[in-house]
Structures are given as C-alpha cells and as structure tokens.
C-alpha cells in the first residue's frame, strides 16, 4: 500500500502504538493525513507524506497539474494513448502535446515508466492526484467519461492482445458508468471486462458486474441481449447451470427484439453446448446449425468458430468423429482467416482431444503443444489448463504417469482460481485415473468422489456417467462389488440416455474387468462383446483410451487369472 517508500514506512510505523496493522492498512485507504510525524526533525515538507507530495505538485506548470490531476482516474496503470484520451490541452496556450507534458511528470518523478509502454503512479501519489481532481468539481466527471468511453471502446481482441493489462481499468469504467447511468459506456467496458476475465479469471466477478448492469434504467433489447449474454456466459462457466440457461434464454428473446443476429447466433452456440451437456441432443443439433446459419448470413468469422466448435464438441460426444474432425477443422480456419489466435488455440486443442480419442497420439501432443503455446501467449489460464488436462491424460495412457500428474495439478489450481467448475470435474477425474495408475487408491477414490459430486451440482450427465465407471472399476479392483455394479449400472443408464457411445464403450470395459473379478466370466464377456461393437462403431484405433481398455482386458479374459489388486 505503500509502495516501498521509506518515508511512508517510517511515518506508518509510528502509528503502530495505537492502530493494529488491520487498522493501520483500513485507514490509509481513506487519508494521506494519516501519515504525518509532529516530532520528526526534518524540512518542514517532509513532516507528511501528503506535504511531500504537495510540495512537488506546486511546483508544476499548469498544465503538468492539470494532466496529474487527470492521472487519478486510472486503475492498474495506463497507455499514451489512454492519457491522451482523457486529457485535453487545447485551452493552454500553444496547445501541447500530451506526450510531451507526460514526459515531464516521468522526468519529475511523479509518474513511473513501466514495461510494454505503459505508466502508473504510487499509490500514494495517485491518492493526492485523486484529491485534486475532487476538488476540481466539473472536470472531474468530464475525466470520468472520457475515461469511460476510452475502455468501453477498446474491444474483445484488443484485451486479449495487450494481456489484460487494462482489466481494473475496465472493472473501474464499468462500476463509474452503472452508478452514473451511462448506459451505452456500462456495457461497452462491461463487455472488455468479461473478455480479459474470460482469460484470466475470476469468473464470478464478470457476474457481479453483469448484475450491476442489469439492474441499471433504460437499457433497450439490443443492450439487455449483449448484458445477459455476458451473464450467462459467466454463470455457466461458475457452474451455475440453471440460472445461466435462464438468462441465455432472456438474451435470445432480446437479441431477436433488437434485430441483433450476431448475439442471436452467439446465444444460440451457447444454448446447443447446454443441450448437449443435458444429453438433449436433437435439439443441441438443431440449436447450433442455427448459430451456424446465422454465422454464414452476418459473415461472422467469430461465430462460425463457436457454432463449428460447438457442432465438433456434440459429434465428439456421439461418436461421430470423422464429422468432428471436420467441424474442429472448419473452425480451425475460420480463426486463422479472421487472425484469432484464442480460437485457433482452442481449435487445435480440440483437435488434439479428437486425435487422442482415436489413438494418433504423436498427433495430439504436437496439436496440444501448439494449443498450449497460444494458450501461454495470450495468457488465456481458461485455455491452458483445458489444454493441460488433456494433454496429462495423454500422457497417462501413454504410461507416463507421474509427468501426466504434474500437468493434472496445475491445471486442477487453475481451475480453481478461475473458478471453472466444469473444468475442475474433468481434472478431478483424470486425476482419479492417474492416482490409480500410481497405486494410491485412496486418493483416487477422492478425486472420483470430487469430480462427481461436481458433476452432480452442474447436472451434467455425462461426467456423471463418465466419473461413475472409473469409480464402478476402483470399488470392484478393491472387492466392493455391490457398490461397483450399483455405480456402473447408473453410469451405464445415464451415457445410454446421452448415446455416449465413446463413453460408454469405455464404461462396458469396466464392467468387464469388474465381472472378471467378481468370478462372474459370462457377464465379463457379455460386457467386452458390447464394449467391442461400440469401438467399431466409433473406430478406435490402436493406441487410443478405448484401445488400450479392450486389450487390457481381452488379455484377463485370455489369461483365465485375476489382475492383481491395484487397491
């Protein structure tokens, strides 16, 4: 809080006989006053922090006091280009440059350079400027606008390029603009705002600032669409399904009302991957060729990729994989043509998952790899850690167990910081998978247990039947064999429903293993028969999840023994 100032320590130390450090840090958020030393022997300007920096501030030409003064407005920094945008010189004689009278207060002290072009000042020192800005009445809601209008215009791609690194600014305009009612200002930077925390998280503030807005007077159809969209997308990430469909829902109904078909399509892509998730596939299909269709109509390069993603995503789940392909692909080259790079990331990841499902795993570490380098470029943790989830599971069923575990526990962190619940259920379970591969069944257990109850808040039937026959196998390799059928048999009921096939292949060769175990041979190969046809069905490939589980257990079948106990 005090920006390593050695004045500023000593003068705060003083205090200490009688404010705690809890009171102490509460109360400099309110007042420079607070640091002051009647018994310092000094200059007579260096009794307090606050005269230190008045003594500077008097000391500079009119229009350097009034840029300092504008500098308050900032939050995390600022760009040329920003200080530009808020400050306005044109009444001082000869109109100077901005760069110029910046320059000055760098040269003076007042304003730090920091790395990648950009400026801040101490804390302390942006309190003062804050005090003079106050008490320059008018101008400063002049300030306050300008610096609103100025991050409400920067733009989804343009948070991603510079790395977040305007993302207070961005919360600070939106908050401003809500309790001033500038409307057309709230959404702009609450829309900057959710793409930087898109990449960086936390996820729940994007929804506390969607509510503030939400709650705002005068917001038309085209601005409630774009505000609940926002909402939606947040409350969906947080795992709040329910209440994310709900406002998806609001949002389609305000983006028709407005005539908005971009946020009509993105809203529809939205809704497709919630049906999938929910196993309503028909209507999953049908909701995301619609987003496609309106994509192609609006020449929208950005919403093809999230329609073609979402399409991939659903013939993944069903099997469909050559047709995946050619979604992940599709939307491959639309985020190449449009030059995204957080898509082309998420495209290639994508097309890493598909080439792992179907056993070209040499494939899916170079596609993970160049996901993963995108991913880190653009500091997108979102992506990274999804990156890194399935590139530890390839790495698992390529053996290598304990690398496959290092990169599961970054990305469970990850996660958790963002706040990405669905993302969380998925680690856990991989982690379950690995845990067991190094013999440590108590923690697998724990990590199963984790991700289904995760699974369970989210309503997601999918992890839930997925998690259910890891789970199912690990009770059956410890001799539960009651609690293994019990969690293989609702496994089973719930990715039949979803028609899983993948998923289900993969939970048959549990079962397999399972009455293999339990000495029950005609109903261990009535499972590897169902599990058998539906790899064919889905054409796995040797060296594929899938392929490795039927071999595994096709030699326990041949070898007429009980597997070793891994518990």
Known sequence: RLDGLPLAIELAAARIRTLSP?????????????????????????????????????????????????LAVFAGGFTLEAAEAVLD??????????????????????????????????VSVRDYAAEQLKAAGPERSTALRRHGKFYAALGAIAQAAELCADLD???????????LGETAIAIGALQGAWAAFKLRGPFRAVTELAQGVQAMAGLDAAAMARVDWVAGWALKACGKVAEAE????????????????????????????????????????????????????????????????GLGNLCTNLGELDEARAHYEMALACARRAGDRRWEGGSLGNLGILSTNQGRNS???QYYRE?????????????????????????????????AADELGIALRSARELGYVRLECVVSCNLGIVAEALNSPADA???????????????????????????????ARQGRFGEARNCLDVGAWHLAQLADRLSLALLHCCRAEC?????????AQAALAAAELLAVEVGAQPGSELAVSLNSVRELARSGAAPPNRG
């Not at 496609?292 to 999230?306: F, I, Q, R, S, V």
């Not at 990590?447 to 690990?474: I, N, P, T």
Request: with cysteine; aromatic share 4%; glycine share 8%.
């Open 515 to 523: 009455e293999h175990l339990a000495g029950a041979p005609t109903a």
């Open 246 to 309: 709900l406002r998806f829902n609001a949002a389609l109904v305000a983006s028709r009302a407005a005539g908005d078909r971009r946020a009509e399509g993105h809203v529809l892509a939205h809704l497709g991957d919630m049906h999938a998730n929910a196993g309503r596939t028909g209507e999953a299909r049908e909701t995301l060729r619609a987003a496609l269709h309106l994509a192609g109509g609006c020449g929208d390069l950005d919403l093809e990729c999230d329609a073609c993603t």
């Open 445 to 475: 257990r724990g990590h199963y247990e984790a991700a289904l109850k995760v699974a369970q808040g989210l309503g997601d039937r999918r992890s839930e039947g997925q998690v259910l026959g890891y789970l199912g196998l690990l009770h």
């Open 89 to 122: 010189l044109s009444a001082f004689r000869g109109a100077p440059e901005t760069v110029n009278v910046l320059q000055a207060l760098v040269e003076k002290s007042l304003v730090r350079e920091r790395a990648r072009r950009r400026f801040d000042l101490l």
């Open 169 to 179: 600014n961005l919360v600070t305009a939106t908050r401003r603009a809500t309790s």
């Open 22 to 70: 809890k009171e102490l840090a509460a109360r400099l958020e309110q007042s420079l006053g607070l640091l002051t030393s009647s018994a310092r022997e000094a200059q007579a300007r260096h009794r307090t922090l606050r005269d230190t920096i008045a003594w500077s501030y008097e000391l500079l030409q009119p229009n350097e006091q009034l840029l300092f003064q504008r």
């Open 363 to 365: 494939e899916a570490e």
């Open 371 to 403: 996901a993963l380098a995108i991913a880190r470029e653009l500091g997108d943790r979102q992506w990274e850690g999804n990156t890194l989830c399935n590139l530890g599971l390839l790495h698992h069923v390529q053996g290598h167990f304990a690398q």
